[in-house]
DNA sequence: GCAGTCGTTCAGTCAAGACTGAACGAACTG
DNA sequence: CAGTTCGTTCAGTCTTGACTGAACGACTGC
């Protein structure tokens, strides 16, 4: 049995939370990889690393790009696409769930609208579910852009 | 093919957004059920009007009391359980996903206490991960015991 | 042109878990 | 006690989607 560094354990331990929360393992492995190490990776180092194929790697990796916690660079002369984490990752996620919460609250909203006659106090449950989104939305968003700021603040 | 109401529409689509957040798609139709209707339902009600098992109902009516969204009740008289929306159902969600907030906070700093000597700016970058899930939750510990009066202060 | 190196895509496999039917235990009723 | 009526549990089925290997297209350098 190999030994755990503890790198690998906080790798791993990304992938269950990452699991539980919906979201694939191998995507939260690789968040933990880029967190752990702090530098770009190619998609190959990242298979290599984490033990996935390279498809995987490039999937993920690709998803992660679109929810905005990392982000794809390049160096000149090199024809390797290299991730790492985002510029202010955590509000960037932030965000992404902000938007996700409105969009929800304004489908249901929506969905209120088209109620009959009958059914009021029905339609009124409903809108006040949907409000109950947005205003998590709204109110996530504006935590985003405070957090930034005290990411800086944080010495240690 | 059956007329799509406006009230299964909205349970419908709760059961979609259920799902796409991880969550078993009954749990979500069960609770925008207990919403449309705004009334008390036992698990044979329940499993009949959603055309699913009554072994889904029980489960899925379990699972979503243990966080708190909805709550058991009894009649007099009635050997029947009937399950109805909490009070404050969503301040409830909300502390629910604090707590899990908090407990993965606390994990990954626990994570990085065991990182060697050698690692000390991989550490300092997990420790920093985690503290913003702990931040997260503490906030949203701290909104969800505003949000049950700006509910009571909705009219409509 | 060809060969090599990327990232992506797609068909296929496989495992996780949602869901069900049937059996079960508990609590009543007569 | 037998007979109902509940809720729960468990074995089994089946769907979803994560993951992979292999093929593919784009690009580079020779």
Redesign the interface.
């Known amino acids: 049995m190999e030994q755990a560094s503890?790198?690998e354990?906080?790798i791993e331990?990304m992938g269950l939370?990452s699991q539980?929360?919906?979201?694939p393992r191998i995507a939260g492995r690789i968040l933990g990889l880029l967190?752990?190490?702090?530098r770009p990776f190619t998609l190959d180092e990242m298979a290599e690393r984490l033990k996935i194929s390279k498809a995987s790697a490039s999937t993920n990796a690709r998803q992660l790009r679109a929810s905005g916690i990392i982000r794809l660079v390049a160096h000149a002369g090199d024809r390797h696409d290299y991730y790492e984490l985002g510029s202010d990752p955590?509000r960037r996620s932030?965000e992404t769930i902000s938007e996700r919460l409105a969009s929800?609250g304004s489908?249901?909203i929506e969905?209120?609208a088209?109620?009959?006659e009958g059914?009021a106090?029905?339609k009124?449950?409903?809108?006040?579910?949907g409000?109950?989104y947005l205003?998590?939305g709204e109110?996530l968003k504006a935590?985003s852009e405070q957090?930034e700021d005290?990411?800086d603040t944080?010495t240690?």
Chains 1, 2 share one sequence.
Do not use: H, K, L
């Not at 539980?20 to 979201?23: L, S």
């Open positions: 503890a790198a354990n906080f331990r939370i539980v929360d919906g979201a967190i752990v190490e702090g955590y932030m929800i489908e249901v969905a209120a088209s109620f009959p059914q106090e029905a009124r449950r409903v809108c006040q579910f409000r109950f205003r998590m109110r935590w957090v005290e990411a944080t240690n």
